[in-house]
């Protein structure tokens, strides 16, 4: 049980610099041990960036190669397939907008779950609130997303100059791109929260994951537009995952292009927000079974 | 001056923070821990376990979520948690080197790590009024190719100082160390005690208000050892704050201005280390007696990121291949030949010489093992401070309290020997009736830790009878070198013999003691019993019917004689006096006519070196593939610990060979684990009867595969 910092003076009038205490079982001890441990954000952002490219020949040309070649192919096969095509945007600005807010689920999933066992060796030596490894775990998904941006910005500026026609929503509707990241971070986290713990013991969440990130994929409009579904299953698509609403969002405030739904949009965020304090749960209990278990 | 004052024996545990001399004060506290608790964690989370590693920690991680709030509160399923600190309440001042000393070591580290923020309180805040490190945490970042001073810069960021700091810390790392042109070497090139002393090195040179350690001795080269000193000695006057340990008290006192004491997880006394030292010697010299073992997870050194950023998780772990038995590659060295010869009638030569060489009996190397061997050793020493030579020791899961004053020690050594292997020792077990005359037949299993079914089986000869209702404690003596290198489990079995009337009601006391009895001399003396019935009692050794003809004991010899062990597997040695050893070794002769010698030494620190021998060598007509072996009773061996060599000497190669041999006893082969002399014994000492034979056979027509009988 802590005790109020504030009820208690300091015997020499002086505020501590650093106060350690429990990370668990109470979300909200943990919240605070988080946030009094914010200064470790920076070092560990560093260290989930740095880790990624270790021992490669090419280092950060693979970002370049991560981001440009998958969405390339995945371009040039499907914009030859009609249906598929959307009505007011050119089929690779509509495939890159999604992607740019896709990759923080996709590669937050797929390389988050094994963040606890790459900072376990840190985790030993410092009492490290495990949320904020899962956060800074997140800089290498923003930084791809960045690539897409770029990307996307880029084409945006070929079609402006071949066409004549920008493709860029306006300034207010740019500003609900950060809502959107901010959102799918944080359901990235909460599904992080319990995946990157069991992975600490089983394996196999990890296959599982990739599995799950991959058929997630093709239910989430990106490559193509929710038009082309049913109406019946365009409905249950906004409303059972949360990633379309977010993706059509961020399609919306990103190239001005396209109607948000409202209700689904909604259900959505609250479905992010209570998929994040879930994991949160889950991550502040963790914190008092990750030292008992037989971590290898 | 300090913020608190010594605590007499009755204020255990409370909070030694005192509201009157907090005016008093004239250092400010550099760190304040307010009710700060920390639980050990559980030896286990289930009862079941699993095939399935996997799946066994998957349950273990549903087990531990779900008790999550217990745990946080010291409890697991409504048993309490072993608590390393209790509740404690303190104020440590600025300009102090405080040295930190508990019994067994266990509270010492939890306090280290939580006040280095090492690892979190379960309960409770640790305040810190300044900047703070551990040495430990220099090495938080750690990259095998980067060079010390990036992961030193990065290590330092996760402690929170800023960049300049860090930076001027590293500058001034060469003229503390002399280690500086190791600073720009990719870390996994440096050995371990230059990272090691460039990690202390770094702490002490960063602008640190309070530093933390965990080994006093840690600095391994002079320069650094010289450095440290220098800064202990001069951090009172720089205001600057050490909490250090180490396995050494002595080193702790010498290095400290303040002693904390900690006793069962609550704080007996802080205060000055001469005072400390005067009012709390009894508690300093036990503490100095124990030899604790830091958590190596808090002391190592390493690569402290994954290196599993590339694995692929389909291989297969490598750790499991290495465990495959490959003793069939020997499947057929020594086969077996159908039609022996025999050479009974020829009388055998026994010889005993006096050890010629090496180390005296107590500078023996029994254990290989020196962690073992420093457990011996604060054994001995227990040993001889203890005037009425108590060393008893209680095995197993019970309660580890130590209760100073009392003729029965009951503490828990899950890793040391039970007590020395040439003194043996006594087993008790207390059991209280409650009807009279009542019949027993008590009966003891040893079990290895690690190992599946008992490996020693004691019973009682005849029947106990305990006339009245009462307390009784039944005593066997195990004797000298029956025991091998190895920590043991043991079961209890009571037999209520004629059981004709109602139930019986028996209770067994939650505990097995163990106890060397002493004579004024320090001699161990045999327990005197008073129980009817209580007649010696034999030992027999419990079978293994799952062995494998695999598991097999080998030595390899060098051609002058001296023996070494090639292999060795899981398993206690242990021959009860009516069987049989057969020794046996193949030997390969090339020319016909050849005379054959060979011989068996048994060497024992105690009694020498028993040889059997060929008087004359034996005449091999026919060139071929034979084998040599030698019967001995185990009776005729006595408990004690053999070294044996096997010998062969062919006249026509005029060489001497020594071969591999194998020790077979009832059909099944004896194994042992450690890679030395393993032990061979029987039961008590009895008159000894000669009777073995040697058999040398033609191995031409015969071949077998390993371990069927000869």
Known sequence: ?296 | MLTVSTLSEDSLGDSVTDDSTTAQRAQPTIVELINVSKWAAPARLTTRSRQNDALQSLIELCVALWQAKNLSKGVLFSEPLDTLLDDLSLQIPAGCVVGVVDIGGRSRTAFLKVVGNVQPPSRGEVRLYGRAGSVAQAELFSMPHRTCRINFANSAKLTGLQAADIDAGLERIPSFSGLGEYLDVPQRRLPKWVSSDLAISLMCCLDLDLLITEEVSRPVSDAVKESWSEYLRSAPEKKKTVVLSGKRVENIIAASTHLLLIDKGRIRAFGPTQEICADHMPFLEMAATTVSKIDDRFDSAGSSISDEEDEDLDAVDNEDLDAVDNEADHESVFPVAETPLEIVETPLEVTETPVESGPAESDLPLWEDGRTRLSFEAHQFHVAARAQGLDARTLKRLDHSYDYESDLCRLMCPERPLFRREDGGNIMIPVQTFVPNLQLRPELELSLTKQEGPVLRIRARDNITVSDPSLVMLETPLPPHLLANERYAISVGLTVVGDSGPPRVLGLKDSVKFRVRRDDNDVPVEPNCDLHGSASWEFERCTDEERTSDTALWFSFAPDGRGEVTRSFGGIPIVSEFEELRFSTSLVVGEPNSEVSASLDLATPASGTIRYALPTPEKITEPGQYSVSVVLRGKELGPSLFRVTMTTLTRASAEARVLPIRVQCDGCLIVSRETGPHVLTAGKPAAMELDRSWNVRSLSTERTRLGTAC
């Open chain 1, 1 to 296: 049980m802590l005790t109020k910092t504030a009820a208690i003076a300091s015997p020499n009038e002086r505020r501590p610099i650093f106060i350690i205490g429990p990370l668990g079982p109470s979300p909200w001890v943990h919240l605070r041990s988080a946030w009094r441990n914010r200064y470790l954000m920076g070092p560990l952002c560093y260290l989930a960036l740095a880790v990624t490219y270790r021992f490669t020949i090419l280092g950060w040309w693979w970002l370049i190669i991560r981001v440009t070649l998958p969405t390339l192919g995945l371009i040039v096969i499907f914009q030859h397939i009609g249906s598929l095509q959307p009505r007011d945007l050119p089929y690779p600005l509509f495939v890159i907008s999604g992607m740019s807010l896709w990759t923080i689920l996709g590669v937050g999933l797929t390389q988050g779950t094994r963040r606890m066992r790459i900072v376990r060796g840190i985790s030993f030596r410092l009492a490290l609130p495990k949320i904020l490894a899962l956060v800074a775990g997140m800089a290498l998904p923003g930084v791809y997303a960045l690539g897409f941006l770029l990307l996307l910005f880029g084409g945006i500026a070929y079609y402006y100059a071949t066409s004549g026609t920008l493709f860029i929503g306006s300034l207010w509707q740019l500003a609900f791109f950060p809502v959107s990241l901010l959102l799918a971070g944080m359901l990235t986290v909460g599904i992080l929260a319990v995946t990157s713990v069991v992975f600490l013991v089983a394996r196999d969440v990890r296959m599982f994951t990739i599995f799950l990130v991959q058929c997630w994929f093709y239910f989430t409009p990106i490559i193509y537009p929710l038009d082309v579904l049913p109406k019946a299953w365009r409905g249950a698509v906004l409303f059972l995952n949360p990633m379309a609403p977010l993706i059509e969002l961020s399609r919306w405030s990103l190239l001005g292009t396209g109607t948000l739904h409202l209700p689904s949009l909604l259900t959505a965020s609250a479905v992010c927000l209570g998929v994040f304090w879930l994991g949160l749960c889950f991550m502040s209990r963790a914190e008092v079974a990750i030292p008992l278990l037989p971590v290898k």
